[in-house]
Each structure stands twice: as structure tokens, then as C-alpha cells.
């Protein structure tokens, strides 16, 4: 008798790109578990389902690279199956299949109920946030829509989500039940769009009314904002962030550019003038906010006086937080028809620029935290540090709190009372404080 009949599948889950393709993972790993499936995250597996990135070149390419990484397994025999979902194979399926015909199957981002039965699996409708939660324990990701309207001239996200698709609050609230029932205390709230949430269902933009339903979820004390475009964003938010402790002073907004000439070809729908009031009422209505945002230089027709604009505006924004990215050439969007006529070498210089201005504002606005003390909450243990966060940080891309585990010992996914003493360009050093009652 063969062995290999035998032989129980274990899918491995492999997760590249953005936070809404870990959300993305998670649905599908709570889906096979439902199926009675054994499914892990980013370990072995003799079936292997790569969730891909499409977006930028770098992210496509390393998205091919996992997929050519992982066919050699399985024509060496080391992996029987190899799955491709996402984005990339959303926007390159035919490409892929030739290019790559090794793959038992490729599936677009929208194609969960096909990719489950190819695994032996059902679609259950009935599942309703149920996930397998792949980030520490503390804190998991709440998308809240899918898609995308907005007409960037140089995003290729509409291509790969399509268009802009609001989840009913009940079902965000039945979500977020089911996470804090299991540990979780922080809710990042996710879309390619926040400012658009609730126009498409309930025909106004209602962010500030989902806010408020989440707030009262037991066990959830933390919830962040990610990904709000500047055009049209709701203010009545910033009311609901200012009367809710739940809610963190703390707003990702991805801002692009602020040359007008810049703004206008990006078809951003606003202008540098309308983006500077803006942030002035943000930090007017709510003086306590960490803003982040993130930049793209290079973009076609970029000159040395744009990037001039933009860097003096860097200057003078003082932003909490900022991330600066080199254009991205992308078939099929409205910019690949200009001319890619920024030298790379040109661009990656402007980013560095951009990024050590940032550098030295980062570190001035930390020397001010030092002798403060900040709530924070501890994500893990790294090395001989524990770390943290406090409410303007976000995992992964902001500032950590570096807590020294040789003198101190603090529990993960527990906040903690954390006193600053010494502080760098994007990490803060500090001690608990033990509380008096």
C-alpha cells in the first residue's frame, strides 16, 4: 500500500504585500478551518497557497520570486500543490499561467468560494468575521470596504479590487465581537478608502457612525484609523475621536504630493492650499493627533521646483509620521501614457531627501516625549527588548517603544504605563511605572 494516501494535507498560507492582504489570509485560513483543514501561516505545508501583491514593480517582483520559489519546491518534490490568489494574479493571470504554468491554479482577488474548492473546501456564508488572526494577539485588522472610486492617475488598485464596496456596520460589529472575545484590544480599521466608507450602502459617508458602534464593544480599547483620502473626509470623525478615548488620535492619510501642477496630473481632486487647510483643522480639532502620511517623488513630469514645493511643504507640515516612495510605472493606470521621465537614480535620491528631513523631525518631536509617560501596549519580545506602541504608533510602520528586558518585565498584549527616558530618530527608550494604587 502507498503511503502518500495516507498523507494529511497541511496548507501553508504564505501572505505578501499590504495589511488588507493579511486581513485577506486570515478570511481564508478561518474558511479552511471551518472545512476541518489543517492550515498554518507562513510554515510547512505540502499545499501551498501564496496570497500576492500586485501594486508597485518591487512588490510584483517579489511576488514572482515567491511564486518561482516555491514551484522549484514542487518540482523537487519538497511541496505537492502550489496555489496563487491576490493581486498580482488578479491584474497578470494570463501572463502568469503562461510565464509560470506550473501553478495548479491562479485565482483573482474576488475569487475566495473557487480557491476553497480547488483546496477541497466549501464557502461558508455563515462565517461572518470568523479568522484565523495571524498578527500578535493584541491587535487584528477590520476591513471595512473593498475597492476602490477614486481616479488616481498612477494606482493600479481599482484594476485589482474593483470598485468601492462598504461592509455593513453590523457585520464590522459582529467582527469586532468576535476578535475581542479571543484577546484582541486594538482595531485597525483597513480600506483602500476610508473617507468613501458608507456612501455606496447607506448613501453618506458614515466612518464617524461606525466609530461610534465600535466603541462599544467590550474588550476593545484601542481603534485606529488607516488610509483616509484627503478629498471629502468626513470631519464629523474628528468629533467622535476627540469624545471617545477608544478612538486614537491618530489618522493615516496617504497625501502624495502637494505641487498643484503634481496634484492635478495625480488627479488627487484637491490642491496644496486645500490640503494645508485641512491638516490645520485636523490639528485645530483634535491638537493631541499623530499624522502619517506617505509621499511618491519621481512621478512623470516631476521637476526640480516640484520637488522643491514638496520638500519645503515636509519642512513646514512637521508630520508625526511619514513614508516617501519612488514612482512606480504602472500598465493600465491613466500615468502610464506620460512620459517615465524621472532617472530612477533621480528618484531614490529624492526619497533619501525627503526621508532624512523627516528623520530629523522624527527626532526632534521624540527628545519631547523624554521624561513623559505614555500608555503603551507590548506587542512582543524582540532580542533583549521588550516592545511597544503607544496610541500614535502603528505596528509595522511607525515609532516603537523599547522596553529592556534584562531589568524589566512587562506582559505581552497588556498595556502598560511606560516612562520615556531616553529617545532616537524613530524608537523611543523607557521603564514601566510601577502605579501607586
Known amino acids: 500500500m502507498r503511503t502518500k494516501t495516507l498523507k494529511k494535507n497541511k496548507i501553508n ?27 498554518v501561516h507562513e510554515e510547512e505545508g505540502n499545499i501551498v497557497v501564496i496570497n500576492t501583491c500586485g501594486f508597485i514593480a518591487n512588490a510584483k517582483e517579489e511576488s514572482v520570486n ?12 519538497a511541496v505537492d500543490k502550489v496555489f496563487v490568489t491576490g493581486c498580482l494574479s488578479e491584474r497578470y493571470k494570463p501572463d502568469l499561467q503562461k510565464e509560470i504554468p506550473n501553478v495548479d491554479e491562479y485565482f483573482g482577488t474576488s475569487e475566495l468560494p473557487g480557491l476553497l474548492k480547488a483546496l477541497g473546501a466549501d464557502y461558508k456564508h455563515e462565517l461572518i468575521g470568523e479568522r484565523l488572526t495571524t498578527t500578535p494577539k493584541n491587535y487584528a485588522y477590520l476591513k471595512i470596504a473593498e475597492g476602490c472610486d477614486r481616479p488616481c492617475s498612477f494606482c493600479a488598485i481599482p484594476l485589482m479590487r474593483g470598485k468601492h464596496k462598504s461592509t455593513p456596520i453590523e457585520d464590522l460589529v459582529t467582527e469586532a465581537e468576535k476578535l475581542a472575545a479571543k484577546g484582541v ?36 480599547e484601542w481603534i485606529r484609523l488607516h488610509y483616509a483620502f484627503p478629498a471629502g473626509f468626513p470631519m464629523d470623525v474628528l468629533d467622535v475621536m476627540n469624545r471617545e478615548p477608544k478612538v486614537c488620535n491618530y489618522l493615516d492619510i496617504p497625501l502624495q504630493h502637494i505641487s498643484d501642477r503634481i496634484l492635478k496630473s495625480m488627479r488627487r481632486g484637491t490642491t496644496e492650499a486645500k490640503t494645508t487647510k485641512l491638516l490645520k483643522e485636523f490639528r485645530a480639532a483634535v491638537p493631541e ?26 519642512v513646514a507640515m512637521r508630520f508625526e509620521r511619514l513614508g516617501c516612495f519612488t514612482y512606480s510605472h504602472e500598465e ?20 533619501n531627501i525627503i526621508m532624512e ?3 530629523q523631525i522624527s527626532w526632534e518631536l521624540n527628545q519631547k516625549k523624554v521624561g513623559e509617560t505614555f500608555r503603551c501596549i507590548i506587542d512582543r ?3 533583549n527588548y521588550f516592545i511597544g506602541r503607544t496610541e500614535f504608533d502603528s505596528p509595522d510602520v511607525d515609532n516603537e517603544v523599547l522596553i529592556d528586558a534584562a ?31
Not at 301 to 312: A, P, Q, Y
Not at 420 to 429: G, H, M, R, S, V
Request: aromatic content about 8%; glycine content about 6%; overall charge negative.
Open 66 to 77: 515567491t511564486i518561482l520559489e516555491y514551484v522549484q519546491k514542487k518540482e523537487a518534490g
Open 185 to 220: 484590544k486594538e482595531l485597525i480599521l483597513i480600506a483602500q478608502d476610508l473617507t468613501y466608507y458608507g456612501l455606496d450602502l447607506y448613501k453618506k459617508r458614515n466612518l464617524a457612525e461606525l466609530l461610534e458602534a465600535l466603541v462599544k464593544v467590550e474588550g476593545i
Open 332 to 351: 493600465n493606470t491613466h500615468a502610464f501614457s506620460l512620459e517615465d521621465d524621472v532617472p530612477e537614480e533621480v528618484k531614490q535620491e529624492r526619497a
Open 289 to 314: 493627533m499623530t499624522i502619517r502620511t506617505t509621499l511618491i517623488v519621481g512621478y512623470p513630469g516631476e521637476t526640480e521646483e516640484d520637488f522643491e514645493i514638496l520638500k519645503n511643504w515636509v
Open 381 to 383: 519580545k524582540e532580542g
Open 357 to 359: 528631513i523627516q528623520s
Open 13 to 39: 498560507v504564505v501572505t505578501l504585500g499590504c495589511s488588507k492582504n493579511v486581513y485577506d489570509s486570515e478570511v481564508l485560513m478561518g474558511q479552511l478551518k471551518a472545512n476541518n483543514k489543517e492550515v
Open 407 to 437: 531589568k524589566h518585565y512587562v506582559k505581552q498584549g497588556e498595556f502598560v504605563n511606560i516612562k520615556i527616558t531616553e529617545a532616537a530618530d524613530f524608537d523611543l527608550y523607557g521603564e514601566p511605572v510601577v502605579s501607586s494604587n
